[in-house]
């Protein structure tokens, strides 16, 4: 089976790379063995929060200092500059609507109650421009009875420190008995869901209406909008005060959304996106990859001109680490990282940890190595990258959506 | 690279050990997305199993209601194989035995028989009211339900009759495994699949004897049997594939699916001989397309609007892509594609009473979908999904081979392999 290119992982590195190709004409399909990071996402795309623990105003400023083996540095800055006015724009385009500067950071309130400094963030949560302070000074934290996926006593413990006079208040609907009477299913999801499909969203924003009064905001769990657009938007016109969306435990309601409108966005363009099944392994021949095979369709090879891996982290087992070795599971490409596995781990558990940085290694073109020579025609984006901790610096998303946009420039050329 | 992938330390066959308790797989179930009486996929598959592994008791008669759909496991980031272990759950554990009314539905091929020999007595029977109403009353299949017809002739005895003596003409051969709609209820299907293959140039045989693949048997808890005409087909599949260098297809996408995967997984029938080379026949086609094999020449003037819909079965072995590939291959088509969404039947799940609002709900969207799309009819590769879209929307429903039998020039296409 012949496409122009193949993206192996069908997160967001993947669908962005084959959105862009799919919009430029090519005809492109992903492969993803299961569903992808986006739905443990928080509402915010990050580019970069922090440089040795310190938070970052400009992360475009910032991203200068950073080691030139970071995958920021190897795009660019001039590429850099550029792919973050993209990126918006082509999530825009799947009806996904974030907001956000890459040259100034804005916050938002995270569950736990503490503003974080982020760069692009979907329009269902509130942007905040200080960390320092919360534009209101009584606050209501409503949550729905049994619903033990949002820790309103954080929040609440957390807007105390920005003097924040706060109460909470639990509630309960007769829309919700059903998936209450089943505690493990009193889930974000299963509420987005009872939200979408009836008319329960009135009668809810009346009660919030009730349960508001005397206060100058509302904050919630995000759990609005599932299979359905705008229910958090049609929730904030319904209720009179300003509401503050806050993310639940995931799997996340807005992050699902995202990942089921961006592969919407890859298929109306003509892509073909194959969830379920497994890249199992490559032919390679003259330094290029002409091929790979997958469980669902074995003997019928799957055969593209260029192919992006985009198979994520540890985490999407893009990566694998097993007691005595790291290594790239499909293709058995070169890996950044230290082979000797004592160095993998700092042992002071909250500090930069060594094997956070690990990677598949490319050349500065992003293609991938094996065996120390670059295959001209496999790009690497995403997450699967090495040469930086994410998850310290909080450049998670960033390093996703503009290694995928760079690597889409590449083939494209 | 392959084997390590996803099992560096599991010491089960289905993975289990893998859940990360994410929850992703809760998201996808369509059950629990209309009835919140089912304990979801997370709970009922690994959760449950390791409960049940110390303590049986906590086996729950509410795992009935999985469809066997299988979507949760297409979703799961960690390729645990959460509806294989509901199915084992059951198996193992469940302490209810089948109803009647389960056996007449599970019994596909003996019911055939006996409703085929019938048919012009059982097919107006069947659908009348009164009748309908005490099988709901009595046997709990819903009055709602409309029973497939039974044809007079079956597609055995057609091919014997009308076929077999053609098929040594050709130089290549394959083995068709038609299953029992398209014997009893739907003779037709299988007339287009020979017509097909002879056009490409491929004699068609049946196997030396075919049973039922299974599927309704395993789902209503008749495992010993399901197991004994797994073991007989996978010896019949032997013959033809080892012996006689012919693969096996079929038109059913859950036959195919049953004998490939839930033998192994469920029944724990070995079929590593047979696995490869017994598939749908748009794959086969596909293949020998792709690979420059086999072109064919479609008639000028076919011009439909066309809807396909991808079986949950056909989602979970990822090749939708096969008949979907081929049925864009026809110029005339106007191709419209259809979200991916269960439609409530899983086999004989539907036709029981208790199922029935379960069932219609969950494939309400597909209807919507369908209904909205403007087209002739919808195709697909399932016949129960085919009955539960005839019953639940105003269109008809096509197989995309009787699809492709009815677009292609038989004479410009024989005539590119025969020069
Ligand atoms: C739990 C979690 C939460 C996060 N939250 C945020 C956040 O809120 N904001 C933020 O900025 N960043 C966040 N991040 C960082 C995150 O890494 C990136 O934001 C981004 O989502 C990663 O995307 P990706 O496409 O590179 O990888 P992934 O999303 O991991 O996708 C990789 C895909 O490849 C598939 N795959 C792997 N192997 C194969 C194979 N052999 N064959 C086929 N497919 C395969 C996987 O199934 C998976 O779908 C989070 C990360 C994690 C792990
Ligand atoms: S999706 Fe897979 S890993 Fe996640 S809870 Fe379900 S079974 Fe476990
Ligand atoms: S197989 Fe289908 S019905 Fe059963 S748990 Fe999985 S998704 Fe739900």
Redesign the interface.
């Known amino acids: 089976?012949?496409f122009d290119n193949i993206i192996i992982g069908g997160g967001l590195s993947g669908l962005t790379c084959g959105i862009k190709l799919a919009e430029q004409g090519k005809k492109c399909a992903i492969v993803s063995?299961?569903?992808?990071a986006i739905?443990?996402f928080s509402g915010s795309f990050d580019l970069l929060g922090k440089i040795d623990g310190q938070d970052v105003k400009n992360p475009l400023e910032a991203i200068k200092i950073l080691p030139d083996t970071h995958p920021y540095q190897r795009v660019g800055i001039e590429n850099i500059s550029r792919l973050v006015v993209e990126a918006p724009r082509l999530l825009d385009r799947a009806g996904l609507n974030f907001f956000g500067k890459a040259d100034e950071n804005h916050f938002v309130l995270t569950p736990m109650g503490i503003m974080k400094p982020t760069w692009l963030t979907i329009d269902d949560f509130t942007r905040f421009e200080q960390n320092d302070a919360f534009p209101w000074k009584k606050a209501v934290i409503l949550n729905f009875s049994g619903f033990l996926d949002f820790h309103t006593l954080f929040v609440q413990d957390g807007l105390k420190k920005y003097n924040v006079d706060t109460q909470i208040k639990n509630f309960a609907m007769k829309e919700f008995e059903?998936?209450r009477?089943?505690p493990?299913?009193m889930?974000s999801?299963?509420i987005a869901?009872v939200f979408d499909s009836g008319d329960a969203l009135d009668e809810f924003a009346q009660k919030v209406n009730q349960l508001s009064e005397g206060f100058e905001v509302v904050l919630l769990p995000a759990v609005f909008g599932?299979f359905t657009k705008n229910v958090a938007l049609n929730l904030k016109a319904k209720v009179n005060k300003p509401v503050v969306l806050l993310p639940a435990i995931?799997?996340s309601v807005p992050g699902?959304r995202s990942q089921i409108l961006l592969r919407k966005r890859f298929?109306e363009l003509g892509g073909?996106y194959?969830?379920?099944?497994?890249v199992?392994?490559g032919t390679f021949k003259n330094n290029r990859l002409v091929a790979v095979q997958?469980n669902?369709?074995?003997?019928?090879k799957l055969e593209a001109d260029q192919f992006v891996l985009a198979s994520g982290s540890f985490y999407?087992?893009g990566i694998?680490a097993?007691r005595e070795k790291l290594y790239e599971?499909?293709?058995?490409l070169d890996i950044d990282g230290d082979t000797d596995s004592e160095k993998w781990l700092d042992e002071k558990f909250f500090n930069d940890q060594p094997y956070m940085h690990y990677g598949v290694k490319t050349d500065s073109g992003f293609h991938a190595l094996k065996n120390g020579k670059p295959i001209e025609n496999l790009f690497v984006a995403g997450s699967v990258l090495g040469g930086a901790n994410a998850l310290k610096e909080g450049s998670g998303a960033g390093i996703s959506l503009l290694t995928s946009l760079h690597v889409a420039e590449q083939i494209l050329k | 690279?392959?084997k390590?992938?996803?099992e560096?330390f599991n010491s089960s066959d289905n993975n289990f050990e893998q859940c990360v308790k994410?929850?992703?797989c809760?998201?996808y179930c369509p059950v629990?997305?209309v009835n919140?009486?089912y304990?979801?996929p997370?709970?009922s598959g690994p959760?449950g199993e390791r409960l049940r592994l110390k303590d049986q008791n906590f086996y729950d008669e509410s795992l009935k209601l999985c469809l066997n759909c299988k979507r949760c496991?297409?979703?799961?980031?960690?390729?645990v194989k959460i509806g294989d272990i509901i199915q084992l759950a059951r198996i193992k554990y469940s302490k209810k035995k089948p109803k009647v009314r389960d056996m007449i539905l599970a019994n596909t091929d003996i019911v055939g028989t006996m409703a085929s020999t019938f048919a012009p007595i059982v097919n107006p029977i069947v659908a009348l009211k009164p009748v309908r109403l005490m099988m709901d009353g009595v046997l709990k299949i819903d009055h709602h339900r409309i029973f497939p017809k039974y044809a007079g002739m079956r597609f055995e005895t057609w091919y014997r009759r009308y076929a077999a003596s053609k098929q040594n003409d050709f130089k290549k051969h394959v083995s068709y495994f038609h299953g029992c709609y398209v014997n009893y209820n739907f003779p037709k299907q299988g007339k287009d699949l020979v017509k097909i293959m002879n056009a490409a140039g491929y004699g068609v045989h049946l196997l030396e004897k075919e049973k039922c693949c299974g599927v309704a048997l395993i789902s209503n808890g008749l495992i010993n049997q399901a197991t004994k005409q797994a073991k007989h087909n996978v010896e019949a599949f032997k013959k033809s594939i080892v012996d006689k260098n012919m693969p096996v297809i079929s038109t059913s996408s859950t036959c195919i699916f049953t004998i490939r995967d839930e033998y192994p997984h469920l029944l724990g029938v070995k079929n590593d001989e047979i696995r490869?080379e017994s598939e749908l026949a748009t794959?086969f086609l596909?293949?020998l397309i792709?690979s420059g094999k086999l072109t064919l020449v479609f008639k000028k003037d076919y011009k439909k609007r066309i809807a396909y819909h991808t079986p949950c079965h056909m989602?979970?072995?990822?090749?939708s892509?096969y008949s979907t590939a081929l049925l864009k291959m026809i110029p005339g088509i106007d191709f419209v594609?259809l979200e991916s969404r269960c439609c409530g039947i899983a086999g004989t799940y539907g036709f029981k009473k208790e199922n029935y609002k379960t069932s219609q709900g969950v494939g309400k969207p597909l209807f919507d979908q369908i209904e909205s799309s403007d087209v002739d009819f919808a195709a697909t590769d399932c016949e129960t999904c085919k009955w539960q879209i005839e019953m639940s929307t105003t269109k008809k429903v096509e197989h995309p081979i009787s699809i492709l039998a009815e677009a292609l020039d038989v004479e410009a296409t024989v005539k590119l392999w025969q020069k």
Do not use: Y
């Not at chain 1, 063995?33 to 992808?36: A, I, K, L």
């Not at chain 1, 669902?296 to 019928?300: L, S, Y």
């Not at chain 1, 599971?329 to 058995?332: A, D, R, T, V």
């Not at chain 2, 496991?73 to 390729?79: I, L, M, N, T």
């Open positions: 089976m012949k063995s299961g569903q992808s739905h443990f059903a998936i009477r089943n493990s299913e889930r999801t299963n869901k599932l995931p799997p699902i298929e073909t194959f969830l379920g099944d497994i199992e392994q997958t669902n369709h074995g003997d019928i999407s087992k694998v097993t599971p499909i293709l058995g | 690279m392959k390590e992938m996803f560096p994410c929850t992703i809760t998201v629990l997305e919140p009486d304990p979801g997370k709970q959760d496991e297409v979703a799961c980031p960690h390729g490869n794959r596909f293949r792709d989602e979970k072995l990822g090749w892509i594609s």
